[in-house]
């Protein structure tokens, strides 16, 4: 019966019915309301014409719905682009979200939607060309603007526009690309501040951050692709080298060059601002309780996350945090113990924790120390607050060459003692006493009162050299001469001496004067100023301490150019280590795979560029422990 009525009256009035549904709908589009029952009645005539279960959407599939497809393409191909004419691309956002909504609605109600039929989702994908893939242009045009404008609403709007058409490519660029233009320009903007300041550079980069994650969060609803976006950004702003640099040595060999590599500077004012945040008496400690300052820590190990070379960072933070130790100036070594484990990273933590167990083995030896040393007995009030640190020095930075300091002569028969009570503990290892990286307090007399002075043992030693002569005016050569200080480090001292930042009035007095130590030489003289003050909100303190101090040299000789130096040595030795390790396993490698899986291995403390990585490897090949092979000039074979 179905068969003869599609074949002799269906088939002649089809497409009439067809079309008077389509107007319908086209009426409906169009504001006017009708029965829809109409339209559905069209529609399920088309299923009900084969009883066959298999082509039983076939005569729906092949007229209505096609139809349907073709009709609403039609008719909003000319309403699209009249629209965006007339009311412009943020209006247009609005109105290509409202008719997707109201369209995929339209369509559940009139089109199949059983699984054999895909029906509404290939309106869907007709309405997405239409409304978004036709604009898209336009639409990405607009996305910088609404980024910089913080506007949420268009922008969730622009990602549900393009996300309908699995694309959201031009988006995501248009974020990064903004967030790194913004990050750099902030940066050049307040270069000269941030320069000075690591704790306005740190906070710069993190209000940037915080910005974008929001709106990552309010716009994006915290999309991975997005939240992939920014993450790109924030690494090419933090490994930046435009704004301000780190020139690192071209070459991983010591010595061989002087050709340097940028780097950013980042790694290194993280690390600064991390010691102003955990040494006591800086202005920054003073302004955080310790819940604060947790949280900044916290903070700086986020940014620390995008910094490609960490293992810089780790050489500074190394730095400040043995300043700290040995100057007993860490405001808590469990919180500087719990940063350390954070950091993450194996090879300096066994390290980093090996000198807190140096300290903690340190002091149960200066209380035993202190019970049975003879200078004790023999009623040295100075060993009251006496105390030495022996440190391991497969942990600690190695502070440089041994210089013999002229010492006072309490501190000079302690020594022995403190070497006979260890050498009982632990025979056959040798001390060796690195009094540059030493220091004690001094308490000076002056006309306006006494003063608690924290002082290097270099800066004691120049000061000890007036104790017989206190009104004496001393040349160079003789203070090089008392004091047995090298000429270099000796000039450094007297400079930190005559010239501290934060005094009104110098300790020491000297002539001629100059604009940095390297103009001192050996007839220029110096005496104590007996009129030294302190003076706090305009008035003259009788009392008071200073810490004259400033940053403890670790390293009396080695500059810049030698810490970076090393820097690089160190990468060309980790990056030898990890392609052996990987030929080992592997035993035959093309280069392009080498190379990713080399950068896999360290990216976690550097990531190696391909001049380093080229240069181990011709090494390697020169010490032959690997070697090219003879049938592909782009492939290396282990060598056992």
């Known amino acids: 019966m179905l068969e003869s009525w599609n074949n002799n009256i269906f088939k002649d009035i089809k ?41 039983k959407y076939k005569v729906y599939i092949e007229n209505f719905e096609r139809a349907y497809l073709n009709e609403t393409t039609r008719f909003y191909k000319q309403k699209t682009g009249q629209y965006l004419g007339e009311h412009g691309i943020l209006a247009y ?27 509404v989702p290939l309106l869907i994908g007709r309405c997405v060309d239409v409304f978004v893939t036709e604009f898209r242009e336009q639409i990405t045009n607009e ?58 550079y740190v906070q710069q980069l993190l209000d940037l951050y915080r910005q974008f994650s929001n709106l990552v969060h309010d716009a994006f609803s915290n999309d991975p ?55 006591k008496g800086t202005s920054t400690h003073k302004k955080y309780s310790s819940e604060e300052i947790e949280s900044k820590i916290k903070d700086v190990l986020l940014l620390l996350k995008y910094v490609q070379n960490k293992d810089v960072f780790m050489r500074f933070y190394k730095g400040s945090l043995t300043r700290r130790l040995i100057l007993d100036t860490s405001i808590d070594n469990e919180l500087e113990e719990s940063i350390v484990i954070q950091l993450r990273a194996p090879e300096f933590i066994l390290k980093l924790q090996q000198m807190f167990k140096d300290l903690k083995l340190n002091r149960d030896m200066n209380e035993e120390f202190r019970s049975v040393c003879p200078s004790s007995r023999n ?21 440089g060459d041994k210089i013999d300091v002229s010492l006072p002569a309490q501190i000079e028969d302690v020594l022995p003692e403190i070497e006979e009570f260890y050498k009982k503990k632990h025979s056959g290892r040798k001390l060796t006493w690195y009094h540059t990286v030493s220091n004690g307090q001094l308490t000076f007399a002056s006309k306006a009162g006494k003063y608690d002075l924290d002082v290097s043992t270099l800066q004691a030693s120049v000061l000890f050299a007036w104790n017989h002569r206190p009104t004496n ?8 001469l008392a004091t047995n200080i090298p000429e270099t480090e000796l000039k450094k001292t007297l400079w930190s001496l005559v010239s501290f930042a934060k005094l009104k009035q110098q300790l020491i007095c000297y002539e001629p004067h100059g604009q940095s130590h390297q103009d001192l030489s050996e007839s220029s003289l110096f005496w ?32 810049r150019e030698e810490e970076n130096e090393e820097i690089m040595f160190l990468r060309g030795e980790r990056t030898k280590e990890a392609i052996v390790q990987i030929m080992k396993t592997r035993q035959r490698m093309n280069n392009a795979q080498l190379q990713t899986e080399l950068i896999e291995i360290l990216k976690n403390m550097f990531v190696p560029s391909k001049k380093l990585i080229k240069e181990m490897i011709e090494w390697l090949i020169d010490h032959r422990y690997m070697a090219r092979s003879e049938t592909n000039i782009s492939e290396y074979v282990y060598v056992a």
Request: with cysteine; hydrophobic share 35%.
């Open 15 to 55: 497409h009439r019915l067809q079309n008077s549904a389509m107007k319908l709908v086209q009426a409906e589009r169009n504001g006017e309301s009708f029965d829809s029952q109409l339209v559905i009645g069209v529609r399920d005539s088309y299923v009900s014409l084969k009883t066959d279960e298999k082509d």
């Open 93 to 119: 956002l609005h109105y290509a979200d409202q008719k997707l909504k109201e369209e995929e609605k339209r369509a559940r109600r009139y089109l199949e939607s059983v699984p054999e039929c895909n029906s």
């Open 143 to 200: 996305c910088p603007n609404l980024i910089e404008n913080n506007d949420i609403e268009r922008l969730r709007l622009v990602f549900t526009l393009l996300d309908h058409t699995g694309d959201i490519t031009s988006l995501t660029q248009a974020l990064e690309t903004f967030i790194v233009k913004q990050g750099l320009d902030n940066m050049l903007k307040n270069r000269d501040t941030i320069r000075q300041d690591p704790e306005s």
């Open 225 to 279: 692709r997005f939240l992939t976006s920014r993450d790109k950004a924030f690494q090419k702003i933090i490994n930046d080298t435009s704004v301000f640099q780190l020139d690192m040595p071209a070459r991983a060999t010591r010595g061989a060059t002087r050709t340097t590599l940028a780097e950013s500077r980042c790694p290194e004012l993280l690390a600064q601002y991390c010691d102003i945040l955990l040494r």
């Open 379 to 399: 009623n040295n009030t100075m060993m009251d607050s006496f105390s030495f640190k022996i440190l391991s020095a497969a942990a600690w930075p190695h502070p």
């Open 473 to 480: 005016k001393l040349t160079f050569s003789e203070l090089k």
């Open 528 to 559: 104590i100023n007996y009129d030294f003050t302190i003076i706090r909100a305009g008035k003259v303190q009788t009392r008071g301490h200073i810490n004259m101090i400033q940053r403890l040299q670790l390293n009396t000789e080695k500059g």
